[in-house]
């Protein structure tokens, strides 16, 4: 099995290809190790031996036309087949991570869970992501096949950190509500703010304040010359984020991996404080995470870099699907609303799987 990656950045015109022809990818055991690395990074949640950080070495890298956005794409809506054993393993779950939240022993827990999806007839993954490719041309997508982690699909609107050295950026996106079909328009190529207007409740608004808050301390510890603009409302496929952007200078173009090792995982995927609910994640959470609401992308220290949370994904099996989604829970969370954020969130992938 050979190991690639194909990707195209938000509201890009091409597709490129990186394939590693001999061997497989590195083996990396600690994000700092990414320090003066290049390649295409593919990082789990949380590291561990079956989930290190892959580097696929880029032996050949090819360049391809993006395939045209689906403008219709906004009216579709996927069927969904609720699991019985799945809704009450979240439940159970929700209940687990709801009573710490009311302990005040987190400000915020993220909560994720997967869905099998059983197929009957074999689509090849790069018609999948020339499918995501169509669907979804505000965000990054994906494909990442390696023989240790297997083959992932992602369509994920959320930067880790990105940049042309010196210069680099990330955000904070946290907050989720799904457009109705009065909502939907056209995507406007080259921007990231949603030109509907939305009115935000509490929930979301604070949950949204602490992931910024987060993510300008941490950056705080590396740059300067930080500047930021929002939040605003960001749309991504069917659903809309708040978002808040930031810039800032590196001086120095070794340390990335540091930086990351800060930044990953944010409060969008992890919690607050971070190592507390990261450990809370791993020993309580029933569905295991994988490669889910880690991250990915092209690492150039002395280039261009591009590295974006795997949201919006799924691995790919030889006989179906397995989907992943997750909702930040505060102390006021619904469960109800909450499965329904991620089935929201998982219809991103089924529209994939479902649009031939």
Sequence with gaps: MSSYAMYRLPHGRHIVKITQTTGIPEELHSYR????????????????????????????????????????????????????????????????????????????????????????????????????????????????STPQGGTWLMATPEILLSGDAPIFSTMALAGTMRLDDSQLGFDTPGSAQCNTTIEWDDKNTREQAYVASYIRDRIGRFAYNISSKGPYTARAGRLVHLRTDFTFTLDDMNILGDVIDSLHPTPAVCGIPKDEARDFIM?????????????????????????????????????????????????????????????CKMDTMRCVINND
């Design 283 to 343: 020993s309580n959470e029933s569905a295991g995470r994988g490669y889910y609401s880690g991250f990915s992308g092209p690492l150039q220290p002395d280039g261009a870099t591009r590295l974006f949370v795997s949201l919006r994904c799924m691995s790919i099996c030889d006989n179906g699907y397995r989907l992943y989604a997750g909702g930040g829970l505060l102390r006021e969370s619904d469960e109800q609303h909450e499965w329904e954020e991620t089935e």
């Design 33 to 144: 190790e990414l320090n003066g690395r290049s390649g295409f990074v593919f990082a789990p949640f949380c590291i561990s031996e079956s989930c290190p950080v892959l580097l696929i070495r880029p032996d050949l890298t090819e360049t391809m036309e993006a395939p045209d956005c689906q403008q219709t794409q906004a009216a579709y809506a996927p069927p969904r087949h609720t699991d019985e054993d799945e809704r009450n393993m979240y439940a159970t779950d929700f209940a687990a991570f709801h009573e710490s939240l009311q302990k005040s022993e987190f400000e915020k827990l993220v909560l994720a869970r997967s869905s099998r999806v059983e197929c009957t007839t074999t689509t090849q993954p790069e018609e999948l992501f020339m499918r995501a490719c169509r669907l979804y041309p505000r965000m990054f997508v994906a494909l990442v």
